[in-house]
């Protein structure tokens, strides 16, 4: 008796965990959230962690210091993606290259809401993971890309596929990718990072590479084009880290000033070796040049080298840590400059806000590793 | 009313008792048809001085043929194990440490891979292991070193059982999977025993799922939204195909000689499924593993009355692949192509002897080659990552003394060598004492210094690997109660722990501003908590019988590593990916044929970030509830035993991920058919 009141007794216990265990959460389904912001703004692309799909986009209103973290999850009810690499803004839309998830979202740059996409799917398997987007006009854009050995032309405002450029070269190592875009007259200035040492230039009437400028220093990263036609081109060096043949190159970042009119490179300077430099920007006039080589650094483009003292020093902390910045842009109506700090790569980073004469005026918290910032 | 006031009452307290079961013995449960009947006896081992230590039961390792060992170590331990779904690497986290914090031993080989350091448990089939204990905190210095967290010391036995025997598995389940499993056991006279073991397990692996992470909007003419719904989709690139063979032989000349071999063969092929982020086509990429992996240990062992000594040699190869490439008719682009090849060599010599009553000795040496070479194509590196060897040996004494029947204590001092560089010693002591008998209530505590030496790749990868690493360094104490009481064919054991760890110089890495990562000795973390366990079984009444083990865990895991700069918030928060809570049920309910089997497994919110985040949906996992059932029916025939068995696995059919943007199945099925002939010989018993 005594036994099978014990067995009821375990018998009630199981039926009660059992109720107990079908409680659970539901998956989440967001509501999307309305948002009108118009006027000035910033859009900051954090690229989250690789394969972990929380890239995010966070917005800041110069005017108010307000910041909304997660907009696009917010504004549509759906995730960013993985890795997001860039965000170029055209005539109220901002076009987001989300490289690991191979897709181009295209967002409305008041309410944040999704206007389109173009993804890897549509291209005829022309694109992989897109990089950086350059709007030509209302009905041509072009994409670069990490993998494919393809510059693929989309309509920016119906998001359809239009064809592709062939880059044209052979592969580096296997790799044929293709990084920012700089346009000069009708023709395109695109750097080659990974494994190269190459500028493909771009005729757009032909929509094919006519011309390469070939650099000294290995893995172009950052372009930018100055108010006096000259090309402004940063490498990496590659990744050298101690010396041996297996590493590749020779981990020395260059500053390369080339004339965008006859491609040729006018002066050629090594930078800092402990730190890779990760970014440049141009002020609103074009004519002042913003480094990113451990500190931020400040030239006029007719200067013959980079300023030995550094603009803003990196932030450091009482044991003299300095801030490893991430992300640099200038606003492009105010000369605004906004530098990103990813603290240690794996929570919500900062952005620093300064004025054009180097004043902090604010600094705000992000998503994780701050890269890219575009201005409306 | 008076018997649901019991079981709710019953149902509150279950967790304060919960942990894993711990062996005091050398008796392990087993099923009535096809194992041996064991008996559960109380005899405090000298051995176990104040381990605090968690052995599997067999019924748990035999479940179903479709179990690795991480699905066995989730259901029944409390251990935290971060899976990205079946198939697909899933490592293992003891109190709140990292998964390379977890020291793997099989036969007494380490089996963490000398290059990254930790273990893929899914790699294991369950049925492929006999005996698997879980070793808390200190007590895996008892075994190996580097267990900052725990180790894990898997075992394969020989037949025990007179005369050729077989066993057939065969399990069909939902996405197209297949397992089959095929078992010849063969002993004569005592002397020799043979075992062989064969599965293949196959599966197309494409559950369908609900995408949140995704939304399609439909749009009219004007571009305007008419609907947007989320999809459904079905896990791409998540196939797998494993082979597993094993083969033990063992000589027993009954005077204390024993020679025994085992290999280990495995082969595996697996797509790694695609993000639900990603909106590329899988029908134009491979994303795969592969597998290929020998390994094996010869022992010999000698037991006389005061003293054994035991000699193991063992050989490692293991080639590990990774393909993703587009599969275009144009361009082939390679996005990453790696291949590593690891080959281990070992050497073990151990020596017990009992000097006197009370006392214990242990002796062993350990010596251990790696050599790695690891090339691979990405963006961010080509050619060789590295090609090196490295030189290992262990060196452990251990000295076990019972002053008094009801008191035992022990020390153990470690001594390693990396390649020439010489590791501080390390110490542990490890006590326990009887307070109860009747109940065999036993209080355990044990103290100890651990280091774990940077794996091969943390000092070698290129780029980025950094050769200037320090080990990673432990402290930790813990101490608990573990009791045990059977009265009338009723049983009930239990154990509760309270541990407290320091660890120093972590080992993270970091992108740096390249791309690539860098290892460094970084963190400083607290870990501490509560681990505790329950189990509990009836005698049979009427054809009933009940059994019930849960586990839980409180396992806060706080990083106090200096901050990387003013704007750090990591410090004081919990590991990304470490829940703070960790419980487990089973019950196994039998009567006399039919047997049901239920699993409930919850691990609280897990944090993304290093900080915490709350602010992003993407910054925390929400808690996770599992639920699986199973029913099976055995049959008894002249010839033949067999058993038939229906498992539902996520039976509330949730909605859910383990990590970030990796869906986990829905509610899926699968059917076990096992046969057991009995042969001419023992057909007749």
């Known amino acids: ?376 | 009313m008076r018997i649901c006031a019991r079981s709710l009452l019953c149902l509150l307290a279950a967790p304060a008792f919960l942990h894993a079961r711990e062996a005091d013995d050398e008796a392990i449960p087993e099923r009535r048809d096809t194992l041996r009947t064991v008996q559960v006896t109380a005899t405090r081992r000298l051995r176990d001085t104040g381990l605090q230590m968690t052995r599997l039961d067999t019924l748990a390792l035999r479940e179903n043929i479709s179990l690795s060992v991480a699905d066995v170590l989730t259901q029944h331990s409390t251990l935290f194990i971060k899976s990205y779904g079946r198939a697909t690497e899933s490592t293992a986290e003891f109190r709140g440490t990292s998964p390379s914090h977890t020291q793997v031993l099989w036969n007494g080989m380490r089996f963490n891979s000398p290059m990254l350091g930790t273990m893929d448990f899914s790699l294991i089939p369950s049925y492929f292991v006999d005996d698997a204990t879980l070793y808390h905190g200190a007590s895996s210095l008892a075994v190996t070193d580097g267990g900052l967290g725990g180790a894990i010391e898997l075992r394969t036995r020989s037949s025990a059982q007179e005369g050729l025997r077989g066993q057939y598995v065969q399990g069909i389940g939902s996405y197209e999977t297949f397992d089959q499993f095929l078992r010849l056991s063969y002993q004569s006279g005592r002397h020799w025993s043979a075992n062989t073991r064969l599965s293949y397990g196959t599966s197309e692996n494409d559950f369908r799922y609900t995408n949140y992470d995704k939304k399609v909007d439909e749009r009219d003419a004007q571009a305007g939204i008419v609907r947007s719904y989320h999809p459904r989709e079905r896990n791409r690139s998540g196939y797998f195909d494993d082979i597993n063979l094993m083969q033990d032989v063992a000589y027993n000349d009954l005077h204390g000689n024993r020679w025994g071999a085992t290999v280990w063969c495995t082969t595996s092929k697996r797509g790694l499924p695609f993000l639900s982020v990603d909106y590329k086509d899988d029908s134009d990429f491979k994303n795969e593993q592969t597998l290929t992996a020998v390994r094996s240990v010869a022992t010999y062992d000698h037991t006389a009355s005061q003293w054994n000594i035991g000699f193991k040699a063992g050989y490692a190869h293991q080639n590990l692949g990774y393909d993703y490439h587009t599969t275009r008719a144009d361009v082939q682009t390679d996005i990453t192509r790696s291949r590593s090849y690891v080959n281990t060599v070992f050497l073990q010599a151990t020596a017990d002897l009992l000097p006197a009553p009370g006392w214990m000795l242990t002796a062993s040496a350990a010596t251990y080659y790696n050599h790695v070479r690891s090339w691979d194509r990405s963006p961010f590196h080509i050619g060789d990552n590295f090609d090196t060897g490295r030189w290992e040996g262990h060196a452990t004494a251990q000295l076990r003394w019972r002053p008094r029947e009801r008191f035992t204590m022990a020390a153990v001092l470690r001594e390693d060598i990396y390649r020439t560089d010489m590791q501080v010693p390390i110490p542990a002591l490890m006590a326990d004492y009887l307070l109860v008998r009747p109940w065999q209530l036993t209080l355990k505590a044990s103290v100890a210094r651990n280091q774990r030496y940077p794996s091969m790749d943390d000092l070698y990868y290129k780029p980025g690997g950094n050769p200037d690493l320090k080990a990673e360094k432990g402290f930790t104490y813990d101490a608990g109660l573990s009791w045990h009481r059977q009265v009338g064919g009723y049983e009930v054991g239990g154990s509760v722990t309270g541990f407290d760890s320091y660890i120093s110089d972590w080992i993270q890495w970091t992108p740096n501003t390249k791309g690539f990562w860098v290892p460094e000795n970084v963190k400083r973390v607290h870990a501490y908590g509560v681990e505790s366990s329950l189990n509990a079984s009836t005698p049979e009444v009427r054809g009933w019988k009940a059994q019930l083990t849960a586990n839980y865990a409180f396992t806060p895991s706080i990083n106090r590593g200096r901050r990387v700069n003013s704007d750090d918030a990591s410090y004081g928060k919990q590991l990304c990916y470490v829940p703070r809570h960790s419980t487990n049920f089973t019950v196994r309910l039998t009567w006399r044929q039919w047997e049901l089997t239920y699993h409930w497994i919850h691990y609280s919110e897990r944090f993304t970030t290093t900080s915490n985040e709350t602010r992003y949906i993407t910054g925390r996992l929400l808690p996770y509830y599992m639920n699986n059932v199973a029913v099976g029916r055995r049959f008894q025939w002249r010839n033949v035993h067999a058993s038939l068995r229906l498992a539902v696995n996520n039976l509330f059919d949730n909605e859910y991920v383990t990590v970030l943007s990796r869906p986990m199945p829905p509610r899926n099925y699968a059917l076990y058919l096992e046969i057991s002939p009995l042969w001419k010989k023992h057909a007749k018993h």
């Open chain 1, 1 to 376: 008796m005594y036994a099978s009141a014990r067995m009821s007794n375990l018998c009630m216990l199981s039926v009660a965990l059992v109720l107990l265990a079908a409680c659970n959460h539901s998956s989440p389904g967001l509501s999307e959230e309305d948002f009108s912001h118009q006027g000035r703004g910033v859009f900051i692309l954090c690229e989250g962690n690789f394969q972990a799909g929380n890239s995010t986009l966070s917005y800041y209103d110069p005017s108010t210091r307000k910041v909304e973290n997660g907009v696009f999850q917010r504004a549509n009810d759906r995730k960013l993606g993985d890795t997001g690499q860039s965000i170029t803004i055209d005539r109220g839309t901002a076009y987001i290259a989300v490289e690991n998830s191979g897709i181009i979202w295209a967002i409305d740059t008041e309410t944040f809401r999704v206007k389109g996409q173009l993804t890897a799917g549509q291209t005829e398997q022309h694109m992989i993971n897109p990089r950086y987007v350059y709007v030509s006009n209302a009905e041509k854009a072009y994409a670069t890309d990490l993998y494919a050995p393809y510059i693929t032309i989309f309509n920016p405002t119906t998001l359809a596929y239009r064809g592709y450029i062939s880059t044209a070269q052979p592969q580096a190592y296997g790799y044929s990718n293709t990084e920012r875009i700089v346009p000069y007259g009708q023709t395109l200035f695109v750097n080659c990072w990974c494994y190269s040492r190459s500028i493909l230039v771009i005729d757009t009437q032909q929509e094919a590479v006519t011309d390469s400028i070939v650099l000294s220093s290995w893995q172009p990263k950052a372009m930018l084009l100055d108010c006096h036609n000259k090309l402004w081109v940063l490498t990496d060096g590659g990744y050298g880290t101690d010396g041996s043949t297996s590493s590749f190159s020779d981990n020395v970042p260059h500053l390369y000033r080339i004339d965008a009119a006859t491609r040729r490179i006018e002066s050629d300077e090594p930078l800092d070796t402990d730190e890779a430099s990760v970014e440049m920007a141009l002020n609103p006039r074009g004519d002042t040049l913003y480094i990113i080589n451990n500190d931020l650094y400040r030239m006029a483009v007719t200067d013959a080298h980079l300023s030995v003292r550094p603009f803003i020093k990196a932030p450091k902390d009482s044991q003299g840590r300095r801030h490893k910045l991430y992300g640099l842009n200038v606003n492009p109506y105010d000369g605004d400059i906004y530098l990103a700090d990813a603290v240690d790569y794996s929570q919500a980073g900062v952005v620093y806000r300064y004025s054009r004469e180097g004043q902090l005026v604010d600094h705000f918290r992000v998503g994780i590793n701050p890269s890219c910032f575009a201005f409306k």
